[in-house]
């Protein structure tokens, strides 16, 4: 205080550049902030390489993963995928792409693509069973690998729309019998083959299935 009287005072307060100075810090302090020791110290190592965290779970956690994974499906839409993944790896395999349940490739829409054609030209497969075998691969590849190889697919939405449209377009195959065949079936059977009941219920069978079919 004793150089306040070298201070300038203005409108807002005394300048700063007449205030006194004060040692905030230590001169060895203040040595290594200047040669850049301090932070050298406290910076790593440009090179290395972090160490990842990893946190071992029980097997017993693991194995109860499994199970609800089995539990989300039931036993037939399980069989269903199972039977869908073995063709798809069959598939990966005839493209030279060798996999397994824990080592799947990375999959493109493409090879979708041409996995859902070879369902329908080679094995003949049926609309809606190669939507099943989609879905089967979708869930191998949802379970083992984290992510699902569907999404965002702008292409294979169309080809199976195609697929559906094309097989629709089939000739429905000949019916076993003609409608004279029918009618004579029904006349043989309301003149009394087995009992009243029993020709009744087999000519509604008869004409019924005839209709549907």
């Known amino acids: 205080m004793g150089n306040s009287g070298n201070m300038v005072r203005t409108a807002h307060g005394y300048s700063a550049e007449t205030l006194p100075f004060v040692e905030t810090i230590s001169p060895q302090l203040r040595k290594n902030i200047i040669s850049d020791d301090e932070v050298q110290a406290l910076a790593p190592h440009a090179n290395a390489i972090p160490t990842p965290c990893l946190h071992p779970f029980d097997d017993g956690l693991n194995l109860k993963i499994d199970e609800l994974w089995d539990a989300s499906l039931s036993e037939s839409t399980r069989l269903t995928y199972k039977s869908a993944f073995k063709c798809f790896r069959t598939f990966l395999v005839m493209n030279g792409q060798p996999c397994s349940e824990v080592n799947l490739p990375y999959v493109k829409e493409d090879l979708l693509v041409y996995f859902v054609t070879y369902c329908q030209k080679t094995l003949n497969l049926k609309h809606q069973t190669i939507k099943l075998y989609l879905a089967g691969v979708r869930h191998y590849y949802i379970r083992f690998l984290g992510y699902d190889p569907m999404a965002n697919a702008i292409r294979l939405p169309v ?17 076993p019998i003609t409608s004279s065949i029918l009618n004579k079936l029904c006349a043989l059977l309301s003149k009394g083959i087995f009992s009243p009941v029993l020709d009744l219920m087999f000519q509604c069978a008869f004409k019924l299935h005839f209709r549907f079919s």
């Open 159 to 175: 080809i199976l729309r195609g697929i559906k449209k094309s097989q629709n377009n089939v000739v429905q195959e000949r019916l």
